[in-house]
Structure formats: C-alpha cells, structure tokens
T-cell receptor, first 116, second 117 residues
C-alpha cells in the first residue's frame, strides 16, 4: 500500500538559510508525487508535482524537489528561506494517475518556522 | 475562477446532532473530493465524485457520513449523530479531468472546521 513519511514534524531555519523538508514514500509502482503548502486557517496550495519526465521539479515561490527512485524520496528544498515561507508543508503520493481515479495520500506534515 | 468555496467555515455542535457542510467547486470542474484533517495530521481521503456519481468511498466514511452531489455541481457532506471524534477540518477539493492529457492538479478549499462538544 502506498504511504508517505515526512521526517521531522517541525523544522526551524533562519531567514536566508537553506530549507530542506524530507519526504519518503512507499509505492509498488512509479508514483506521482506532490508537495502542498498550508497557511494557518487556509486550504492547501499546490507547490509542485512530479508525474513523469525530469526528476528535478521546480515549483512556485522558489521551491524545488527531486524525485530519487533509488532512495524513494522526494525532498523539498529552497535555497534561501523567507519569513513568508513559514507554514505547514505536506508531501503526497498517488500510485494511479489522478485522471484515472487516483487519490492523494498525504504525509503527516512538517511545520516550517523561519527565524529573523 | 473564484476557487473552491466551503461553508460554513466553522461549526460547533453538540454531540448527537447532525451537521451538513457544503462545497462549491471551481466552475465546470467535474471531479470533487472530500478529505478530513485532524490536528497535527495530514488530510485523509474520504470520498470523491465524478460529476454526480460517487466513485469511491474510504473506510473512514462510516454509515453516519453521507455525501451527495446531486446535479454534478455543488456537494454536501452530512454527518449524523456527531461524536467528539468527528471534530476535524473537512476539506473539499475539485479538479477538471478531460482524459490522459489533462493536468494532475487538485484545488483545495479553505476547509470547514467542526467542533463537537
């Protein structure tokens, strides 16, 4: 069965520092992978997604993630943190293409804090 | 494009009462999803519709939960005889699927918070 593990429920970085949020997945087939961000009292916003093709995926707000099949990982990075990046981040996986009826299975989330 | 709209945004109810949440998807989106999110957890899939047809229901969706999308547009999620364990945020999401070449993007609403006291 597919699942997602996000290592670290809380991550704190200084403004301008590298952001690294870890995500490992379990899937019996090549997965479709997603990162969403959730600001307080708001819904989820898609940051980026990997479906096929290039394994390094660029998203909004300067974030990117790399699909590493050998490590079953899809870590999210940003070279320089901004105060506005403080939020909850969720990694999600789907074994079946969403257009075929796949659904998102989410990790438990990582709360990112950015210190001035 | 006004986004996915959910109401009410907050609901406090007494245990045993029934509650209903409404979701208005992005116009012309043919797929609609319901998720539940408890504090400190990621969203969990509950059910989804393709137009008016409910195509999949999670085992999390007990008999007390019922979801409808009667005309393939808005959807309602009703919880009967609420329990304290139902306290959560209920998220609605929608997407437009036109086949294999369509995008893989699901758009979420801001959620409806339920507190059962």
């Amino acid at each position: 069965a597919q699942s997602v593990t996000q290592l670290g429920s809380h991550v704190s970085v200084s403004e301008g520092a590298l952001v690294l949020l870890r995500c490992n997945y379990s899937s019996s087939v090549p997965p479709y992978l997603f990162w969403y961000v959730q600001y307080p009292n708001q819904g989820l916003q898609l940051l980026l997604k990997y479906t096929t093709g290039a394994t390094l995926v660029k998203g909004i707000n300067g974030f990117e993630a790399e699909f590493k099949k050998s490590e079953t990982s899809f870590h999210l990075t940003k070279p320089s943190a901004h105060m506005s990046d403080a939020a909850e981040y969720f990694c999600a996986v789907s074994e079946i293409p969403l257009w075929q009826g796949g659904k998102l299975i989410f990790g438990q989330g990582t709360e990112l804090s950015v210190k001035p | 494009d006004t986004g996915v709209s959910q109401n009410p945004r907050h609901k406090i109810t007494k245990r045993g009462q029934n509650v209903t949440f409404r979701c208005d998807p992005i116009s012309e989106h043919n797929r609609l999803y319901w998720y539940r999110q408890t504090l400190g957890q990621g969203p969990e899939f509950l059910t989804y519709f393709q137009n008016e047809a409910q195509l999949e229901k999670s085992r999390l969706l007990s008999d007390r939960f019922s979801a409808e999308r009667p005309k393939g547009s808005f959807s309602t999620l009703e919880i009967q005889r609420t329990e304290q364990g139902d306290s959560a945020m209920y998220l609605c999401a929608s997407s437009q699927w036109t086949g294999a070449l369509s995008g893989n993007t699901i758009y979420f609403g801001e959620g409806s918070w339920l507190t059962v006291v």
